[in-house]
C-alpha cells in the first residue's frame, strides 16, 4: 500500500520543497480528467466524454 502511494508523496515533496505550488491545479486538473476517462471507459456515457476531447 505504501508503494502505491508513494508518487503522491514524491510529487508533493517537490511541491513543498521547491515551491511550485503553481503546478497544483494542474496535476489535480489532470489526475480528475483521467479518472473521468477511467471510470466511464465501460459505459454509455463514454462516447460524450470522448467527443468532449
Known sequence: ?????GIIVEIWDFLRVRKKWWLAPIITTLMLLSMLI???QGSAVAPFIYALF
Open 1 to 5: 500500500m505504501a508503494s502505491r502511494f
Open 38 to 40: 477511467v471510470m466511464t
